[in-house]
Every structure is written in C-alpha cells, then in structure tokens.
C-alpha cells in the first residue's frame, strides 16, 4: 500500500520538510535518504510464530517473500518480480517528482504546523516554519534511495560492473548490512566489501568493540571518505555505556566513518492495553540527542539520524505534541512489522533534533 502515488508523494514531501528544518539550525546542507523503492524483505527474530486458528506458521519476512495474511506465508519466489516492478516504479514517479523547477517550494509551501500548538516551543517553531516559506532552501538534489540489503540472491542479481569504476549495486544508492547479518566471515561482508556504493552497518549492542575494529578495515580498507556509515542503536539510556567504546574502537583503526544514530529499533515495546508493538516520540528522540551529547565528548561527530517514519496519520507511536497515548494505538494502526512516526511526530522530531544539533 505505501507504493501508491499520494503516500510516496507524502514521504518526499515530509522528508524534504524535516531536511529543511534541520538545515535551517545548523546552516549546513541534509542530505535526504529514503528507506524506500526496495525495503521489501525484514530479518525476524523468529522463523515462525503461533496464529491462533492456523497453529505456527511462518513469520512475515517482507512482501517480497511471503504475505502478511496467515494464508500467504508460504514463501514465493514470484514475489521476487513482483517487489522489483514496485521498486521500479516507486522510482521513477519519485524522479518525477523532483524534476521541477519549483521542487523545493512545491513541497514546502503545504507545511503547516497548527498541530504542534501544544508544545512550548510553538512559536519559535512555527517563526523558521515562516522563514523556510518565504526563503526555500535549494533542495534539488533530491532524496536518494536506501534499504538493508538482506536477501543476497536478490542484492547479487541487481549488482552490475560499471566499467572503470567496479562493480555496483544498482538496486539503491546506499545499502546497509543489519545487526543480525554483519558476521565478519558471514556473506553479507563478503558481499559488502566487493562494491562501490556508499554502505552501512547497525552497531548494536552485542557489537563488542574489537569486532567493530575489525569491520570497519574490512569494509573500508582504502579509508575512502564517505565510503562507510555506521548506524548505531542501542536504545534509549544504553548510549553511554556502549557508543564511547565503539567511537574509541573506530579511532584505532584509522578508518574514516559516518557516524548515524538509529533512535527507533532499540526502543521497540509491546503496549499494556492493546499488546501492540509501539515507540515513544520521547525515546526515539533522546537517544538521539544521546548520542549526539556522548559524540561531542568523544571528539566525534554525529552526522545523521535513522528513523522509520510515514507520511499518513497513523496511530503506532505514542507520544508527541500531537496527544498519542497506548489506548489510542488501535485507532489507525497500520503497519504489518515495526511501528513508525506519523507525519506530526516526524516534524516535532525533527525540530527536537534540529534544537539540539543548533551550535
């Protein structure tokens, strides 16, 4: 359903958005990359779960291996071609998108934040909300594409050697290695460390400090700038205890990394009332703002964040100026794996951010 074309014009135009907010604090470009046009496959804790009225059955691994509905769990291979013609056309209408002269001031322009009044920092809010309109920043570059590259058959059949330059994959711009997959003689580094693209690891917290050390050298042997980015998550109130470590390990190395900060699989919980999967705004948030303190301390730099997001109205994550509490989950709840940041919560994140990251 997130393939439709109003909900991918309501992703760019929310992620151009909250670049242009946080662009507006620090005076320095943002870059936008969209976990879109390909994240169709999900690692699971789990190979299997118990249905009630089916018994245990597969667990759903993504549309582009099974379907969410009890009945199509049974993987199929056809659903391969079926995820590469949506990611195809997803694509090419989010190119479309961007062609425009007027991109920047097109997806600005409908930016509204009457929904935010609740929060003490309103007005300030709403006053760069009245700048960016009257001055959009040049945001032509456009958002790229991103996703974990899990399903190997899948990333090698979309790889290409672009002559003088080695081999690409050309499914995305970037692709990232997950928590579950970055064993250092596992295939997904073999893989990783054959290509060209720009890519990323999740640093967790079974991560210890001289396997990152590791893998960082054998992802970056030629230190190239901008090459690795390490995408750490460990959940809210854990960052101390874990990032000094891993920035420490890195600095050993002599490998140059972008450091990211994923605010939302570490801070995952299962809501009381309803047993749904949700996220706090407030957790998401901090650890970003976590680890944003604990980088500064260490003479790093936190260069980006990493949260899932949608641009619709849905009730999956609590919290927020926007009134979300677990009661209200059930009201538009949407998503068949992790819950996200509706289109309110993921503007007030970004101006939480923006807040911090101001010098």
Same mark, same amino acid.
């Given at each position: 359903?997130?393939?439709?074309?109003? %909900?991918?014009?309501?992703?760019?135009?929310?992620?151009?958005?909250? $670049?242009?907010? =946080?662009?507006?604090? +620090?005076? !320095?470009?943002?870059?936008?990359?969209?976990?879109?046009?390909?994240?169709?496959?999900?690692?699971?804790?789990?190979?299997?779960?118990?249905?009630?009225?089916?018994?245990?059955?597969?667990?759903?691994? $993504?549309?582009?291996?099974?379907?969410?509905?009890?009945?199509?769990?049974?993987?199929?291979?056809?659903?391969?071609?079926?995820?590469?013609?949506?990611?195809?056309?997803?694509?090419?209408?989010?190119? @479309?998108?961007?062609?425009?002269?007027?991109?920047?001031?097109?997806?600005?322009?409908?930016?509204?934040?009457?929904?935010?009044?609740?929060?003490?920092?309103? @007005?300030?809010?709403?006053? *760069?909300?009245?700048?960016?309109?009257?001055?959009?920043?040049?945001?032509? +570059?456009?958002?790229?594409?991103?996703?974990?590259?899990?399903?190997?058959?899948?990333?090698?059949?979309?790889?290409?050697? *672009?002559?003088?330059?080695?081999?690409?994959?050309?499914?995305?711009?970037?692709?990232?290695? $997950?928590?579950?997959? %970055?064993?250092?003689?596992?295939?997904?580094?073999?893989?990783?460390?054959?290509?060209?693209?720009?890519?990323?690891?999740?640093?967790? &917290?079974?991560?210890? &400090?001289?396997?990152?050390?590791?893998?960082?050298?054998?992802?970056?042997?030629?230190?190239?700038? $901008?090459?690795? =980015?390490?995408?750490?998550?460990?959940? *809210?109130?854990?960052?101390?205890? !874990?990032? &000094?470590?891993?920035?420490?390990?890195?600095?050993? @190395?002599?490998? &140059?990394?972008?450091?990211?900060?994923?605010?939302?699989?570490?801070?995952?919980?299962?809501?009381?009332?309803?047993?749904?999967?949700?996220?706090?705004?407030?957790?998401?948030?901090?650890?970003?703002?976590?680890?944003?303190?604990?980088?500064?301390?260490?003479?790093?730099?936190?260069?980006?964040?990493?949260?899932?997001?949608?641009?619709?109205? *849905?009730?999956?994550?609590?919290?927020?100026? =926007?009134?979300?509490?677990?009661?209200?989950?059930?009201?538009?709840?949407?998503?068949?794996?992790?819950?996200?940041?509706?289109?309110?919560?993921?503007?007030?994140?970004?101006?939480?951010?923006?807040?911090?990251?101001?010098?």
């Amino acid at each position: 359903m997130d393939c439709e074309p109003d %909900r991918l014009e309501a992703q760019l135009k929310m992620m151009v958005q909250m $670049g242009a907010i =946080v662009e507006s604090a +620090t005076s !320095m470009p943002v870059v936008r990359i969209a976990r879109i046009a390909g994240q169709y496959g999900k690692p699971r804790s789990k190979p299997t779960e118990n249905v009630p009225g089916f018994g245990e059955i597969y667990s759903f691994k $993504g549309d582009n291996i099974n379907g969410y509905a009890p009945e199509d769990r049974k993987w199929d291979p056809k659903r391969l071609l079926e995820g590469y013609w949506h990611s195809c056309s997803s694509l090419n209408f989010l190119r @479309s998108m961007q062609m425009g002269e007027d991109f920047s001031s097109a997806m600005l322009s409908p930016l509204n934040i009457d929904f935010l009044q609740k929060s003490p920092s309103y @007005s300030a809010w709403a006053g *760069v909300v009245k700048r960016l309109k009257e001055h959009p920043p040049n945001v032509n +570059t456009g958002v790229f594409t991103a996703h974990e590259a899990m399903q190997l058959d899948l990333e090698e059949a979309l790889t290409r050697e *672009v002559p003088g330059k080695g081999y690409y994959n050309l499914s995305a711009h970037m692709v990232w290695i $997950g928590d579950r997959t %970055r064993q250092l003689l596992g295939g997904h580094v073999e893989y990783f460390r054959g290509i060209k693209n720009p890519i990323g690891v999740k640093v967790g &917290p079974s991560m210890q &400090p001289g396997e990152l050390k590791d893998l960082v050298q054998i992802l970056n042997p030629s230190k190239l700038e $901008g090459r690795l =980015v390490l995408i750490t998550r460990y959940g *809210v109130g854990k960052v101390g205890s !874990m990032l &000094p470590a891993h920035i420490q390990a890195v600095a050993e @190395s002599g490998i &140059p990394v972008v450091w990211q900060c994923d605010g939302v699989h570490g801070n995952t919980t299962t809501a009381a009332s309803n047993k749904l999967k949700t996220r706090a705004l407030s957790d998401i948030v901090g650890e970003c703002v976590e680890a944003l303190k604990i980088h500064r301390e260490n003479g790093s730099i936190l260069a980006g964040i990493h949260i899932e997001m949608t641009g619709q109205n *849905v009730t999956e994550c609590t919290g927020g100026a =926007v009134g979300i509490f677990e009661e209200m989950l059930t009201q538009n709840y949407e998503t068949y794996c992790d819950p996200r940041l509706n289109y309110g919560q993921s503007i007030e994140a970004a101006f939480q951010v923006a807040g911090a990251l101001r010098p």
